[in-house]
T-cell receptor, first 115, second 116 residues
Framework: AQSVTQLDSQVPVFEEAPVELRCNYS??????LFWYVQYPNQGLQLLLK??????LVKGINGFEAEFNKSQTSFHLRKPSVHISDTAEYFC?????????????FGKGTHLIIQP | DAGVIQSPRHEVTEMGQEVTLRCKPI?????LFWYRQTMMRGLELLIY????????DSGMPEDRFSAKMPNASFSTLKIQPSEPRDSAVYFC??????????????FGPGTRLLVL
């Protein structure tokens, strides 16, 4: 069975500072990893995904994540955050890449940007 | 593209009433997913369809929940009878699936359900 652990429920950070949101996963098969963002009262939007290949994945809005198989981690990073990045961030895992079966989500991390 | 469309966006009902949530996937997508989001349990997969066929409904909480996909452009999630603990945001997502391909799931805006 798959599972995702997001180690921080809330991360406060000052504007223009760097941020890392942590995600660890467990899976018994090939793994595909995703980060989604949810702005208040909206649906989820894909930030980036790891399917195969380079372990450093770049996404939208200046975010990137690194897949680390030995540590079973997929941490999300941004070198300089903006007020507009305030949102809930979800890490997710899939056996098939997300197209054919459902995603297993972590509980989410609320990123709070302080001016 | 209009994206995934869900209706209604908000629903308030009384315990015991029937609730029907609707979803129109992105045109051309052949996989559809229903998720539920609550503070306590986070985002949970309820059921998903491939080519209109239900593949896995193990996430459906109990027999009061049912989902259908009569055609490629429409799906419903029904709760009958509804209970206060069903209050949540229900998301529909769609994607394109084919052997050897991995595709993104696109989410709708959600239906916020409150059962009094």
């Amino acid at each position: 069975a798959q599972s995702v652990t997001q180690l921080d429920s809330q991360v406060p950070v000052f504007e223009e500072a760097p941020v890392e949101l942590r995600c660890n996963y467990s899976s018994s098969v090939s793994v595909y990893l995703f980060w989604y963002v949810q702005y208040p009262n909206q649906g989820l939007q894909l930030l980036l995904k790891y399917l195969s290949g380079s372990t450093l994945v770049k996404g939208i809005n200046g975010f990137e994540a690194e897949f680390n198989k030995s540590q079973t981690s997929f941490h999300l990073r941004k070198p300089s955050v903006h007020i507009s990045d305030t949102a809930e961030y979800f890490c997710a895992v899939s056996d098939s890449g997300g197209g054919a079966d459902g995603l297993t989500f972590g509980k989410g991390t609320h990123l709070i940007i302080q001016p | 593209d209009a994206g995934v469309i869900q209706s209604p966006r908000h629903e308030v009902t009384e315990m015991g009433q029937e609730v029907t949530l609707r979803c129109k996937p992105i045109s051309g997508h052949n996989s559809l997913f229903w998720y539920r989001q609550t503070m306590m349990r986070g985002l949970e997969l309820l059921i998903y369809f491939n080519n209109n066929v239900p593949i896995d409904d193990s996430g459906m909480p109990e027999d009061r929940f049912s989902a259908k996909m009569p055609n490629a452009s429409f799906s419903t999630l029904k709760i009958q009878p509804s209970e206060p603990r069903d209050s949540a945001v229900y998301f529909c997502a769609s994607s394109f699936w084919a052997t050897g391909r991995t595709e993104t799931q696109y989410f709708g805006p959600g239906t916020r359900l409150l059962v009094l």
